[in-house]
């Protein structure tokens, strides 16, 4: 199915195929005839539950239970006024569940498909990228550091490649690979690269198997769902407890028996909020879908609620507050100093001396020669999808690149010349690359060096050239915000061991990357919203102050991986120089430990430790490896900080909107209880009929109470502190909100009942429309303010609109007044009893207002 090849992808194709036997691949004709045969890479998603599954799911809700038996019981005394009413609830509450469940199903569904990994393939003799979904059987995949194995395949190629297969065997110790050697679907690959030809996909393959074992595991709740679950149960039984004690009073007032039962299923049915699970669920699934459409991909529903109490985020720098360009500008070898024109990593450019410096050209072209073959990058060419170069690989590497291509040095010549025959890889503990090279005509070797400046400038590694100088320039250098690498090379014997010391001195390269044009005002606003910033890079320290105040981070304390190594406490820094992959778990722990919640940014397979550990973890969806975006709470498709902020953002709105409808929903409950209970004692006998209670509840409870958790984020919630990771569900003063407003709500009613009675209209039908119009009232009075473009109607609007009318039907449509047992009422009784209705709204409204006063005030 495929032909080996010797072809050697360049710069211009990418940087995975340098110097390796690969396959060409499939064509993709036999690609997709692959696919349509032996299917999609995937397990098989459980099949959905069936309609009647889902309405029988609702159907088992206690509160729904509760209602079914107060159905029958109605049914058996022949009272069929309220058995109607008690049916529409049941039957339009079941709607609304399963219509809520499909909306949060089909919100995840998308979520999961952003999500979805991805491969990189060989297919009629080029590089792709393709969905691990349509990888296929003889497919030759392409591997590198970083990247998740997406099938079972055999290889083909391999360079220092060592691979991870703790998830499947357990064993902690990476494990080498050689050519012919398998590696499984779901391995991680930690060092080199490789290829190989796919043996076996989907459910077919080692990880595919064990997955379908646990396919049917059903995800499980959220934190935020559990305790609100816990809640729920708790106000059922507060709930049942005084529903049984207005049983009791009706009885001993002498009041039937039946009747009681089902006024007292029907208060405890009004009182809980029974569709708050479902707006949570809804809330979270729809929160976690608009924060893709900002370019922030939830992996894991859990985060959304975790966002909202972010107060420390720890960010690299390169790729979030930078562009993620790297740029070559400044070259200096010891003949002088040279600086590169040019945009992006478009090669047109030249190379020129600085201010007239006598830079020796041979010089200049020896160290372009050795950044272009100790290079496994590559460049992509502008095509009609995408008009602008790109790179291939590692950004720096692409830099040096493109300053080969400036400076009049072709690296397709250079290493068609001097072909690799071996290479030490770059990473994050050892800071340096080296590859060695026949060269043309001759039987020596060429071994290039290149790394950070104090590991490369070492006596042992280069103890030849002025080491002093490039010392001093790459410390100048590296305070005007460079990230400098130093570069050496010499000859080896063709029988000599590969070593790589003893170099000789070629150069030193200046690279930067601008720093986005919105990374200060990112910063700015995280300050505003009471969270720290954490500068981390594995740069030198004059780079990373230079970039931090670039971007408003002034006279910040600084930290390097040396003092975390020597003992300091990660807690007194917010800039960290020269650190490691692994001394961001360190640092991740102790702000942890000092009891913050700590959101990490990372792209590498190194990190991905410190992604786990964090609570929430941020990769990077453009640069970073698939197990970084795999081991991640959140993916950001466009690698900048300010989607973090318009997340978290997000995260904070949807955790108010949750308290807010737990004080709209808990506070009417709150007032028909306490109508219920204190009605008696002022001689109201039964204050409202099951059937009034549970049409208040359908019409407040319903799409009123959906519509506050699609509320927008309140224009000042970025102008506050995150909430304590402490802080109780009705923490912060919300139960005593709750109190307060259910009280009022309860004395308007009850106030209005005996003034109807004493100017002789039906107190009853005064109590069920003041009820019911405050607690829409208070909704409004809870809506988020309007952003500045103006007032428009929003959801929330419709929805009390709609039940504001639904409530007022019955008092001109006959047939529904007497379905309910209510009584006609005039125009003027109306009007009095919509002005009493007002005032618990009102009430709210200049409660809120007092307290946004007080908190500007203390600012």
């Known amino acids: 199915m495929f032909e080996p090849s010797t072809d050697s992808t360049v710069s211009r194709a990418g940087p995975m195929t340098v110097q390796l036997l690969t396959p060409r691949g499939l064509s993709a004709d036999q690609a997709a005839l692959a696919l349509t045969e032996h299917g999609p890479n995937t397990i098989p998603a459980p099949r959905p539950p069936s309609p009647w599954l889902r309405v029988l799911a609702q159907l088992r809700d206690p509160m729904i239970l509760l209602l079914i038996a107060a159905a029958v019981l109605t049914a058996s005394l022949r009272d069929f006024t309220d058995l109607t009413v008690i049916l529409v609830v049941v039957v339009l509450n079941t709607t609304v569940g399963v219509v ?33 979904a349509e990888v296929v059987p003889d497919d030759v995949v392409l591997l590198q550091a970083g990247d998740v194995v997406p099938a079972d395949l055999r290889l083909v190629d391999a360079v220092r490649l060592q691979a991870d297969e703790s998830a499947l065997t357990g064993e902690s110790v990476p494990v080498e690979k050689d050519p012919t050697d398998e590696l499984y679907a779901g391995t991680v690959v930690t060092r080199g690269r490789g290829a190989g030809a796919v043996t076996r996909t989907g459910t077919r393959s080692a990880l595919g198997r064990i997955a379908v074992l646990l396919s049917n595991q059903r995800p499980r709740a959220t934190p935020l769902q559990r305790r ?24 001993i007032r002498g009041l039937p028996l039946p009747s009681m039962v089902v006024t007292a299923v029907s208060l405890t049915v009004a009182a809980v909020p029974e569709s708050l699970p479902a707006v949570v669920t809804l809330a979270l699934a729809i929160g976690a879908h608009r924060m893709a459409q900002r ?33 070559a500008q400044r070259l200096w070898t010891e003949s002088g100093c040279a600086s590169a024109t040019g945009i992006g990593y478009d090669p047109s450019g030249e190379v020129k001396p600085v201010d007239g410096s006598p830079t020796d050209p041979a010089a200049v072209r020896r160290l372009l020669r ?73 039987d020596d070797i060429l071994v290039i060096g290149k790394g950070a400046p104090e590991v490369m400038l070492a006596p042992d590694v280069t103890p030849y050239g002025d080491i002093e100088r490039a010392k001093t320039v790459a410390a100048e250098l590296s305070a005007d915000g460079y990230r400098v690498l130093a570069v050496a090379d010499n000859v080896l014997p063709p029988k000599a061991a590969r070593v790589e010391n003893g170099l000789r001195l070629t150069g030193l390269v200046a690279i930067t990357d601008p720093v986005r044009h919105n990374a200060a005002e990112v910063v700015a606003s995280f300050g505003r919203a009471g969270i720290d910033l954490l500068l981390i890079t594995g740069d030198a320290p004059g780079t990373a102050l230079a970039v931090a105040d670039r971007i408003g981070v002034h006279d910040a304390d600084l930290l390097t991986g040396t003092d975390i190594d020597n003992g300091a406490d990660p807690t007194t820094g917010h800039v960290f120089a020269r650190i ?33 550990r964090a609570d929430i973890g941020v990769a990077m969806g453009k640069g970073g490896t698939e197990v970084a975006r795999q081991a991640a709470d959140l993916v950001l498709t466009n690698d900048d900080l300010g989607t973090v902020a318009a ?3 997000e995260g904070r709105r949807i955790y108010t909107n949750i308290r807010t409808f737990l004080r709209y929903a808990l506070s009417g409950g709150l007032a028909e209880v306490l109508v219920m209970l204190i009605g008696p004692l002022l001689g109201f006998g039964v204050p409202l009929l099951p059937g009034q209670i549970l049409w208040i509840n359908m019409l407040t409870h319903g799409l009123p109470g959906v519509a506050i958790g699609a509320e927008p984020a309140d224009p000042r919630t970025m102008q506050r502190p995150p909430r304590s990771p402490q802080e109780q569900i009705l923490g912060a003063g919300l139960w ?36 019911g119009v405050a607690q829409l009232g208070v909704a409004v009075a809870l809506r988020r303010p309007n952003p500045p473009t103006g007032r428009r109607l929003r959801f929330l609007d419709l929805a009390v609109i709609g039940a504001l009318a639904a409530h007022l039907l019955p008092l001109v449509l006959a047939p529904l007044r007497e379905l309910l047992g209510l009584q006609a009422m005039t125009g003027t009784e109306i009007l009095c009893a919509l002005a009493l209705a007002s005032v618990p709204g009102l009430a709210t409204t200049v409660s809120r207002l007092g307290r946004a006063t007080r908190r500007r005030r203390s600012r």
């Not at 809520?100 to 990228?129: F, S, Y």
């Not at 059922?236 to 005084?242: E, F, K, Y």
């Not at 720096?396 to 030490?424: N, Q």
Request: charged share 20%; proline share 5%; hydrophobic share 50%.
């Open 100 to 132: 809520q469940e499909i909306r949060a199903e089909h919100a995840l569904a998308a979520l999961n498909r952003l999500a979805a990994p991805h491969a990189t393939v060989r297919r009629g003799g080029h590089t792709t990228v393709v969905p691990s």
């Open 228 to 251: 609100l679950a816990a809640l729920s149960r708790m106000l059922s039984i507060v709930a049942v407890v005084l529903s049984a004690v207005v049983a009791v009073a009706g009885l």
């Open 295 to 327: 370019a922030a991909v939830v992996r894991k529903l859990p985060a959304v609620e975790t966002l909202g109490a972010v107060t420390v985020v720890a960010t690299d720098k390169t790729g979030t507050l930078t562009e993620g360009i790297m740029q």
């Open 370 to 442: 050795d950044v272009a073959l100790c290079n496994d990058a590559g460049l992509r060419p502008p095509s009609d999808e995408d008009p602008v170069w790109r790179a291939i690989g590692d950004p720096t590497e692409a830099a040096l690149l493109t300053l080969a291509h400036r400076g009049a040095v072709d690296p397709d010549e250079f290493r068609t010349a001097c072909p690799r025959v071996d290479e030490l890889q770059f990473d994050s503990v050892r800071k340096r690359m080296t590859t060695f090279h026949e060269q043309p005509g001759r």
């Open 580 to 612: 490691r992959p692994e001394q961001k778990l360190d640092i991740v722990s102790a702000w942890q430990a000092a009891g913050h919640v700590v959101a990490m940014t990372g792209d590498g397979v190194n990190d991905a430790p410190a992604l786990r």
């Open 647 to 649: 997340a978290i953002e």
């Open 736 to 771: 005593q909100r709750i109190a307060f407003t259910g009280t009022l709500i309860a004395a308007v009613t009850l106030a209005a009942a005996l003034w109807a009675h004493s100017v002789g209209a039906s107190w009853q039908t005064m109590s069920f429309l003041v009820l």
